[in-house]
């Protein structure tokens, strides 16, 4: 019998929903890369509800006890009177989300005597120190693509939202204002505008094909061309360097892992570089932009706004100075944790154990870490320093 913990964040404050907006689902028979959504033998639970607070469970408990393991759900994951450290030194498999992640740090892992697999449901394993998953043999994997679509959806949102000035002109009808001058004297059209990507993965590319509906000029970096036939059908112009395409757009959005390369690469100096009244983007982490620089950005205009789900730290702190700067359009971190999403990476997370409990492979696209080395998709999008300090992180 194994335990296995599963750390999900809260419920809603007025309790687990007991009804939907909708009843059913979109179906989607292949991800745009040609890889196949989850294949799990079966599920316990209705796509389309709340998967990811306590009470969701991920839909996993009927499988799990159907089996004779035990299940502990939680959302306490903070300091070692945590209900997932209570639970860590016998725990076969720990489970968590990047919104809401079990960091399984390398005092963690060396408490869990028992670990045998981490994974993450959603994509994004930085939250787990990879060395130490190596150096105990431990597997970690991810559910990879589950989500990427559900951000790159956020990312258009939030550029339309900024542009068009939504929010204000949202929270005017709710001060019981008509004040069209007050909403329109900062809106302007998407259209004809020059929009870059730093990167143009999964999720960049995603951007950019939406947003070549708008009549948007677009732009990307990456460390790697996109074949010559998609940056034709997209009319994309590449830049060498991400400060060569600052300077051209009028909306930026970073795409990019967070690693120490792209770590505060948005900055006072190089927010210089944008044209005044730039719109900048950023799903990908927090930690690509320095704070300060940010707010100062907006307060002296040469940002007209600021839109994103990552912050540094998470769970914001109450007083963090992007819930109050001017002209943001800031949401928790929740871009990939639409209930679209949580029905893809409950089921893919399905399909991970049942390969683990059966002896079979988990998929090359799921792997992050296994044997004790970096696996499948780990290998190609993580590095690993041998102080463990370089990991690569894509949430
Ligand atoms: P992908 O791995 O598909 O794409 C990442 C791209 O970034 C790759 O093309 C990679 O190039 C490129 N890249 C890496 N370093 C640099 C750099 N220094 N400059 C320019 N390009 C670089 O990842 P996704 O598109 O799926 O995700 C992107 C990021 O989005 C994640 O790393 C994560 O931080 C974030 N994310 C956020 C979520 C949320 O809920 N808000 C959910 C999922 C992801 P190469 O091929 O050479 O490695």
Same mark, same amino acid.
């Given at each position: 019998?194994?335990?296995?913990?599963?750390?999900?964040?809260?419920?809603?404050?007025?309790?687990?929903?007991?009804?939907?907006?909708?009843?059913?689902?979109?179906?989607?028979?292949?991800?745009?890369?040609?890889? !196949?959504?989850?294949?799990?033998?079966?599920?316990?639970?209705?796509?389309?509800?709340?998967?990811?607070?306590?009470?969701?469970?991920?839909?996993?408990?009927?499988?799990?006890?159907? +089996?004779?393991?035990?299940?502990?759900?939680?959302?306490?994951?903070?300091?070692?009177?945590?209900? +997932?450290?209570?639970?860590?030194?016998?725990?076969?498999?720990?489970?968590?989300?990047?919104?809401?992640?079990?960091?399984? !740090?390398?005092?963690?892992?060396?408490?869990?005597?028992?670990?045998?697999?981490?994974?993450?449901?959603?994509?994004?394993?930085?939250?787990?120190?990879?060395?130490?998953?190596?150096?105990?043999?431990?597997? *970690?994997?991810?559910?990879?693509?589950?989500?990427?679509?559900?951000?790159?959806?956020?990312?258009?949102?939030?550029?339309?939202?900024?542009?068009?000035?939504?929010?204000?002109?949202?929270?005017?009808?709710?001060?019981?204002?008509?004040?069209?001058?007050?909403?329109?004297?900062?809106?302007?059209?998407?259209?004809?505008?020059?929009?870059?990507?730093?990167?143009?993965?999964?999720?960049? #590319?995603?951007?950019?094909?939406?947003?070549?509906?708008?009549?948007?000029? #677009?732009?990307?970096?990456?460390?790697?061309? +996109?074949?010559?036939?998609?940056?034709?059908?997209?009319?994309?112009?590449?830049?060498?360097?991400?400060?060569?395409?600052?300077?051209?757009?009028?909306?930026?959005?970073?795409?990019?892992?967070?690693?120490?390369?792209?770590?505060?690469?948005?900055?006072?100096?190089?927010?210089?570089?944008?044209?005044?009244?730039?719109?900048?983007?950023?799903?990908?982490?927090?930690?690509?932009?320095?704070?300060?620089?940010?707010?100062?950005?907006?307060?002296?205009?040469?940002?007209?706004?600021?839109?994103?789900?990552?912050?540094?730290?998470?769970?914001?702190?109450?007083?963090?100075?992007?819930?109050?700067?001017?002209?943001?359009?800031?949401?928790?971190?929740?871009?990939?944790?639409? +209930?679209?999403?949580?029905?893809?990476?409950?089921?893919?997370?399905?399909?991970?154990?049942?390969?683990?409990?059966?002896?079979?492979?988990?998929?090359?696209?799921?792997?992050?870490?296994?044997?004790?080395?970096?696996?499948?998709?780990?290998?190609?999008?993580?590095? *690993?320093?041998?102080?463990?300090?370089?990991?690569?992180?894509?949430?």
């Amino acid at each position: 019998m194994a335990k296995i913990v599963l750390v999900l964040y809260d419920d809603p404050v007025d309790g687990y929903p007991t009804s939907y907006a909708r009843d059913d689902l979109p179906k989607i028979e292949r991800y745009s890369d040609g890889q !196949t959504l989850p294949t799990p033998k079966a599920i316990d639970f209705q796509p389309g509800t709340l998967l990811g607070s306590v009470s969701g469970e991920l839909g996993l408990r009927p499988y799990l006890e159907g +089996l004779g393991h035990e299940l502990i759900v939680t959302s306490s994951k903070e300091g070692t009177d945590s209900v +997932l450290d209570q639970h860590l030194h016998d725990a076969e498999i720990v489970i968590s989300q990047p919104f809401w992640p079990a960091y399984m !740090t390398k005092e963690r892992i060396a408490k869990a005597k028992n670990l045998k697999i981490i994974v993450t449901a959603g994509i994004g394993s930085d939250h787990t120190d990879l060395d130490a998953a190596n150096a105990h043999n431990i597997t *970690v994997a991810e559910v990879t693509f589950c989500n990427s679509i559900s951000v790159a959806e956020h990312v258009v949102m939030m550029i339309l939202g900024l542009v068009r000035n939504y929010i204000p002109s949202y929270q005017w009808v709710m001060k019981g204002g008509w004040n069209i001058a007050d909403c329109v004297s900062r809106s302007y059209d998407v259209e004809g505008m020059h929009v870059g990507t730093v990167a143009a993965g999964r999720i960049g #590319l995603a951007v950019l094909k939406r947003l070549k509906l708008f009549d948007m000029h #677009l732009h990307y970096t990456d460390r790697h061309r +996109l074949p010559e036939s998609v940056e034709k059908e997209l009319g994309l112009t590449w830049h060498a360097k991400r400060e060569d395409m600052y300077g051209v757009c009028d909306v930026v959005t970073l795409n990019c892992p967070l690693h120490p390369e792209t770590e505060g690469m948005i900055n006072d100096e190089t927010l210089k570089l944008f044209k005044r009244g730039a719109y900048l983007v950023n799903t990908a982490r927090g930690k690509l932009a320095v704070t300060d620089s940010i707010v100062r950005a907006l307060e002296s205009g040469q940002l007209a706004g600021y839109a994103g789900d990552v912050w540094y730290p998470q769970p914001a702190p109450q007083g963090h100075p992007w819930r109050t700067m001017p002209h943001h359009g800031m949401t928790p971190h929740i871009s990939g944790t639409s +209930l679209s999403a949580q029905a893809r990476y409950a089921a893919g997370t399905r399909e991970i154990l049942e390969c683990y409990f059966e002896g079979r492979p988990i998929r090359d696209e799921y792997l992050i870490v296994q044997g004790g080395k970096l696996a499948g998709v780990g290998a190609r999008s993580y590095s *690993v320093s041998d102080s463990g300090k370089e990991k690569m992180a894509k949430i």
